[in-house]
């Protein structure tokens, strides 16, 4: 459908922030040549730019990137000149019968802070961090601490499918069985469930309330899954009138301040006093950020774990039976679709060194006729929602 005109936001917060994240992104659309600004490769060791000088007075933003299979950070000034960036694989803490990922998660965001430069620590202005969508934490309300495993943001949750199709609107973004609002309602609908206390979190949301501490704060771009309207920027009467609704976080735009740092934070790791962290937004949109792409019809895709499509749109466009979904990027749309295909499946199959080897010999010019379909599991999300289908 034709969106309205919607006020625009400040993307001064956001850019800074969130422009460096992922800046590794190609982008391209149908007959349009993509252009990508030239930057280094990120390490696992920590790298800083001495080259890159600052000006008397100058301040840095530093965003970090929760991605599938690891995270990393960028250190940027209000140019976009990276000088300093790092990134970290998830160590693999196992709980009772899967991986601890919160506790993984937590682990990674302070070794990344102790990777920053120290010497660069008390020039930050602002933190913020981009989590994979629809990654969802259930957290006790009055302790931020989690009260079951979190949700990752490729499981299909498809006993609250019927639920949420019988209170939303046809085809509506939480009808699939990923959506963060199918994991909130099978969440609630556990015989376990501890409901008096609960509140809904996204990855990054949780892991900005460890820096700033101000439990039940989100970003319109994360809150999209679990029924949030962007264009009316509200939560709408039938997710409102629905008892697991005083679980949802408050929703700002994406890099709105929450908070400064907290106090143990900041004279531990040496970052200023006037430190604020921001709310985020989905690793898939600080993709799109970094890109650079401003015209409408540009796309960006994402290759990492998983495949990531968004196309910068005049039009708002959603279809849960393909998996297509609009975020809202100022009177704009972000029109696109997760797969979960990507670099995940191959790891599964092949060694770094036979990936390398193999690649040597492939013609991106020519057309491929093997009909594959690699997906590491059952079940697809983009560009058909289909948590049966099988990988061929």
């Known amino acids: ?10 993307k001064k917060w956001v850019r800074r922030c969130c422009g460096s994240w992922k800046a590794h992104s190609r982008t391209g659309s149908c007959n349009v040549v993509s252009k990508r600004r030239p930057r280094r490769m990120i390490s696992a060791t920590p790298k800083s730019n001495p080259e890159v000088g600052l000006q008397v007075g100058e301040r840095l ?9 690891g995270a990393r950070f960028a250190l940027i000034d209000k140019r976009g000149t990276i000088h300093a960036e790092g990134k970290r694989v998830y160590p693999l803490y196992k709980g009772k019968e899967t991986i601890d990922w919160t506790s993984s998660w937590k682990s990674t965001l302070f070794l990344l802070l102790e990777d920053v ?15 994979t969508s629809a990654t969802t934490i259930i957290v006790d309300s009055t302790t931020g601490e989690p009260l079951c495993r979190p949700f990752l943001y490729n499981e299909s949750c498809s006993d609250a499918l ?8 046809a085809n ?14 099978s969440w609630w609908n556990m015989v376990d469930a501890n409901k008096t206390f609960a509140a809904l979190l996204h990855q990054a949301d949780w892991l900005l309330w460890l820096l700033h501490g101000k439990l039940g704060v989100t970003d319109y771009n994360n809150a999209l899954k679990v029924g949030y309207d962007p264009e009316l920027d509200s939560y709408p009467p039938w997710l409102l009138s629905q008892p ?7 929703v700002q735009a994406p890099g709105t301040p929450i908070g400064c740092l907290k106090e143990d934070i900041r004279t531990n790791y040496g970052f200023p006093k006037d430190c604020v962290v921001c709310t985020g937004t989905t690793d898939s949109i600080a993709a799109f950020l970094a890109a650079q792409a401003t015209q409408p019809g540009k796309a960006v895709t994402s290759l990492g774990s998983t495949l990531a499509v968004k196309l910068l749109s005049t039009s708002r466009i959603d279809d849960a039976r393909y998996g297509v979904y609009s975020h809202r990027l100022d009177d704009k749309w972000l029109v696109g679709g997760a797969s979960n295909t990507g670099g995940a499946v191959l790891r599964q199959i092949f060694t770094d060194e036979q990936l390398e080897n193999l690649s040597e010999h492939i013609d991106p010019m020519k057309a491929c006729l093997l009909d594959y379909y690699p997906l590491p599991t059952v079940g697809e999300r983009f560009p058909v929602a289909d948590p049966k289908m099988a990988p061929r």
Not at 1 to 10: G, L, R
Not at 61 to 69: H, Q, V
Not at 162 to 169: C, E, F, L, S
């Open 1 to 10: 459908m034709q969106s309205k005109i919607i006020p625009k936001v400040d």
């Open 61 to 69: 933003y530093l965003g970090m990137d929760f991605g599938t299979s």
């Open 117 to 131: 430069p120290f010497d660069l620590r008390e020039l930050i202005a602002s933190i913020t961090i981009d989590g």
């Open 162 to 169: 019927p639920i949420v199709k019988g209170i939303a609107p």
């Open 172 to 185: 509506h973004t939480v009808c699939s069985g990923s959506s963060t609002l199918c994991k909130l309602v």
């Open 244 to 250: 697991y609704s005083k679980l949802l976080p408050s």
